[in-house]
C-alpha cells in the first residue's frame, strides 16, 4: 500500500477516535472492555508505527522488525498468562487449546535453538 493509499485509513480512523472521545466527553458510558479493546489496538498501531519508523532508520530492518515481534509475543504471552491467574480464560475457550499446542511447540524450538548455541 502506497502512503497515498493510507489517506483514507487514517482519515477514518481519526473520525472514529473523535467519535469516541465525544462521547467521552459527554459523559457516555462505554464498556470498559471495548475500552481495553481500543487502547489495545490503538497501542497495537502504534507499537507497529515505531517499528515500521525505526526500521526505515536501520541498517538492519529485518533484525529490528524481528526483535519488535518478540517483544509483542512477549507482552502477549504475559497478559495471556495473567488473564489465566485471574481465571479470565479458562476450558470454556476452545482457542486455549490451540494456544496450549502452539506454545509447547515455541517453547520446544527454542530450546533447541538455545541449546544449539
Known amino acids: 500500500m502506497s502512503h497515498i493509499g493510507l489517506r483514507d485509513p487514517l482519515a477514518s480512523?481519526?473520525?472514529?477516535?473523535?467519535?469516541?472521545?465525544?462521547?467521552?466527553?459527554?459523559?457516555?458510558?462505554?464498556?470498559?472492555?471495548?475500552?481495553?479493546?481500543?487502547?489495545?489496538a490503538v497501542d497495537d498501531v502504534r507499537l507497529r508505527v515505531w517499528a515500521a519508523l525505526a526500521a526505515a532508520r536501520s541498517d538492519d530492518r529485518a533484525g529490528l522488525l524481528l526483535r519488535f515481534r518478540l517483544r509483542r509475543a512477549i507482552e502477549i504471552c504475559?497478559?495471556?498468562?495473567?488473564?489465566?491467574?485471574?481465571?479470565?480464560?479458562?476450558?470454556?475457550?476452545?482457542?486455549?487449546?490451540?494456544?496450549?499446542?502452539?506454545?509447547?511447540?515455541?517453547?520446544e524450538r527454542i530450546d533447541r535453538q538455545v541449546r544449539d548455541r
Open 13 to 40: 480512523l481519526r473520525i472514529k477516535l473523535q467519535a469516541i472521545d465525544l462521547e467521552l466527553v459527554d459523559g457516555e458510558r462505554l464498556p470498559s472492555d471495548a475500552l481495553e479493546d481500543l487502547k489495545s
Open 78 to 107: 504475559g497478559n495471556v498468562t495473567r488473564d489465566l491467574e485471574e481465571q479470565a480464560l479458562g476450558a470454556h475457550q476452545g482457542e486455549l487449546l490451540q494456544l496450549r499446542a502452539v506454545a509447547r511447540d515455541v517453547l
